[in-house]
């Protein structure tokens, strides 16, 4: 399903599924529904058995503007074909994106992750109360300016909860629940600064519940204010949690 050149719909109550190449192959096509150079709403719909991508909004066609809210989006589970990803905004879209459940996005190949919910490149966008569990990478966020993470529930994902890299202007990390995570709940790298994360829920990560990699005026020395964050585990000796 594909809105493009201008126009703008609103797509709800649909099951979108076997977008997919025959076999499953690892090219980087097949998507439920994509969104680029056009406006839309996405609700209540069930996506599944897609190849790349659920949801992807992008930028790259022209201003792209999406509302995704209340749909289940599910990967094909563990795979070594095809490194998916739930929804995806990328290359200047905006979205908002919030209460969906995101599950099953998981790729045994290397060089690569599945992601729940992924910013790439994104306009400013809010992703808020959504349920996100199994998937390689819970919600990344890469290169993208003025993103809002808050009141997420992300769980047993097989590497980080929350990711950040190359985002280096006030990205906002708040209230979330991160745990049971292979990797870390929250983890920066040393790309990413200018950052706020507060008020998260971090528990039972397998690595660490906070790992900032960044350098500068920050918190504990890194490049990102770490404020009123619960945990155990950090690299800083218990400074961006507590």
């Known amino acids: 399903m594909l809105i493009t050149d201008g126009g703008s719909a609103k ?14 192959s690892g090219d980087q096509t097949g998507i439920g529904i994509a969104v680029t150079n056009a406006a839309a709403t996405i609700e209540r719909n ?3 058995n897609y190849q790349k991508n659920g949801i992807l909004v992008d930028g790259t066609d022209g201003p792209t503007l999406a509302s995704i809210s209340k749909n289940t989006v599910t ?3 563990l795979t070594g074909v095809i490194a998916q990803n739930g929804i995806q905004i990328s290359s200047g879209a905006l979205a908002r994106v919030d209460n969906n ?26 992703v808020d109360n959504n349920d996100i569990e199994d998937n390689d990478v819970g919600i990344a966020v890469h290169d993208t300016k003025l993103a809002a993470i808050t009141n997420n529930k992300i ?3 097989t590497e980080d909860g929350i990711r950040l890299s190359g985002t280096t202007t006030l990205t906002l ?30 528990k039972k990560n397998g690595n660490l519940d906070a790992e900032d990699l960044s350098s500068g005026f920050g918190t504990a020395g890194t490049g990102n204010l770490w404020i009123n964050n619960k945990g155990k585990t950090d690299n800083k000796g218990g400074r961006l949690v507590r």
Do not use: E, W
Not at 184 to 201: P, Q
């Open 11 to 24: 797509i709800t109550r649909n099951h979108v599924t076997n977008i997919q190449n025959v076999p499953l």
């Open 46 to 48: 069930t996506i599944d």
């Open 75 to 77: 990967g094909m589970g």
């Open 101 to 126: 459940d995101v599950s099953d996005n998981l790729f045994s190949g290397p060089d690569a992750a599945g992601g729940g919910i992924i910013l790439v490149n994104a306009g400013p966008s809010l």
């Open 155 to 157: 769980s047993d994902s």
């Open 173 to 202: 990390v708040s209230n979330n629940d991160s745990r049971n995570n292979g990797f870390d709940g929250i983890f920066v790298d040393v790309t990413a600064t200018g950052n706020l994360i507060t008020g998260n829920k971090l």
